[in-house]
């Protein structure tokens, strides 16, 4: 039976879930978590296949790990995540000593590496487990998959169709995270609106949210990533009605020109973007609103990403994401559109937003100098506790100052930066 674990992971905050559950059905097994490969009795390279980068990454992680396995051949590696399916015959000729291929929530296989694992389980060890929190938050995936097939990304073919948790099981999974510590509950979903739209009863993300803010000592629900067509009228009103879910929205727009978004099969204009965000803002004018870009696709000329510029500046968003394409094979893009944007004038491109970006932060974040918000402590880094606003802005608090990780305290923000505030605490809120 092997010891100890060693447990890499790259991609989303889905991946992370993943991860975590996976390591919290090693620890019930009574595994020990390792952070050097070299000292681990099996090892787990979870990886992502969204941009090339990030698959460079585990390529690079699988070489060192393929060392290894010849020094010490009863070493076992497994592979999971989005580079498995498509690339799998790929990664077996590159990697013959990895021992197991699983997909993305395929946990069993990985499970089945380690001996004596069904016997010892009674057969229902998932979706029982649930993943052991590390601080005051977690991430609880509530629906898997997406059907929405945008040209340029690979999740519905590694990821397959929306399929949504129980509504049952994710409150128990919640109750069962609040009752060890946790807070703060960010649901995930590719596009988390699509929740219960396959569910017997048809409940929407609104009614999961009501359920959810009964729990007991949990104080904040989050939610991401939002898809602006399955954001309808009656979520945003429960999350205006709620008080523990948070005003913050995160609604990747990825172009501001029709002529691509038509290209990319968002299922969007730009108006129905713009009148989705004002919709946001009429009715929570405080909330947090962040995008995600994409520039340099396929055919994207000097007019199109001007208009994605401008669309920055329209909507003045808290938070901008942005990517430069790279042709991800197996999507539409890659079958049927030349990758005609020259890298250099991507990066460009990629540097003109970020510099608007960075600009219009600072500006939002200044507005937040002098005011009084309510942070909820998520930790510390060197002895500098932070936290986050209820619109999802980090906040530092001066360093020495202790916190308690999992309160919610009420801080005079004396300071901005593009990416975080900093801010004086003037009061306990809650303490749970
Ligand atoms: S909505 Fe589009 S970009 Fe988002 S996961 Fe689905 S296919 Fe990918």
Redesign the pocket.
């Known amino acids: 039976m092997p010891q100890k674990y060693y447990l890499w992971t790259v991609g989303c905050q889905m991946n992370r879930a993943d991860s975590e559950k996976l390591a919290a059905g090693f620890t019930r097994l009574g595994l020990k978590a390792t952070d050097r490969p070299e000292r681990a009795d099996i090892v787990v390279v979870n990886t992502c296949s969204v941009r090339q980068h990030a698959e460079d990454r585990a390529y690079s992680k699988l070489g060192r790990i393929r060392d290894l396995k010849r020094e010490r051949p009863d070493l076992k590696v497994a592979v999971m995540g989005c580079m498995v399916g498509l690339k799998t015959d790929d990664l077996q000729r590159r990697f013959p000593q990895v021992d197991v291929f699983a997909r993305p929530q395929q946990f069993a296989p990985i499970m089945e590496l380690i001996e004596g694992t069904a016997e010892e389980l009674g057969g229902e060890f998932w979706p029982s487990t649930y993943a052991i929190p590390e601080g005051p938050t977690a991430y609880v995936p509530v629906v898997h998959g997406?059907n929405?097939?945008?040209t340029?990304?690979i999740?519905?073919y590694r990821r397959g169709r929306e399929k949504s948790r129980p509504m049952d099981e994710v409150v128990r999974e919640v109750a069962y995270l609040a009752s060890q510590g946790v807070r703060e509950v960010t649901l995930l979903g590719?596009?988390v609106e699509a929740f219960g739209h396959d569910l017997p009863d048809q409940p929407d993300l609104g009614d999961l949210m009501r359920e959810l803010s009964a729990t007991e000592r949990l104080q904040r629900v989050r939610f991401l990533?939002s898809?602006p067509r399955d954001m309808t009228a009656r979520i945003l009103e429960a999350v205006a009605e709620l008080p523990k879910v948070m005003e913050c929205f995160s609604l990747?727009v990825q172009a501001g020109s029709d002529r691509v978004l038509e290209s990319m099969r968002?299922g969007y204009t730009r108006d129905e973007y713009v009148a989705k965000v004002r919709e946001v803002r009429v009715l929570m004018p405080h909330a947090g609103v962040t995008t995600d870009v994409i520039v340099g696709y396929p055919g994207e000329t000097d007019d199109d990403f001007a208009q994605t510029l401008d669309l920055l500046e329209e909507l003045r968003f808290d938070k901008v994401h942005v990517a430069a394409y790279s042709p991800r094979p197996g999507t539409i893009a890659w079958r049927t559109m030349p990758d005609d944007v020259p890298a250099s004038l991507k990066a460009e491109r990629l540097h003109r937003v970020e510099e608007v970006e960075g600009r219009i932060s600072l500006e939002l974040n200044e507005r937040y100098v002098g005011t009084r918000q309510p942070v909820l402590i998520e930790g510390d880094r060197s002895g500098q506790a932070f936290g986050r606003t209820t619109t999802g802005k980090l906040v530092h608090l001066p360093e020495g100052m202790p916190a308690r990780a999992g309160s919610v305290i009420e801080v005079e923000i004396d300071h901005a930066g593009p990416f975080s505030l900093r801010g004086t605490p003037v009061g306990a809120l809650a303490l749970v």
């Open positions: 997406c929405k097939f945008c340029y990304c999740v519905p590719q596009t990533t898809y990747p968002r």
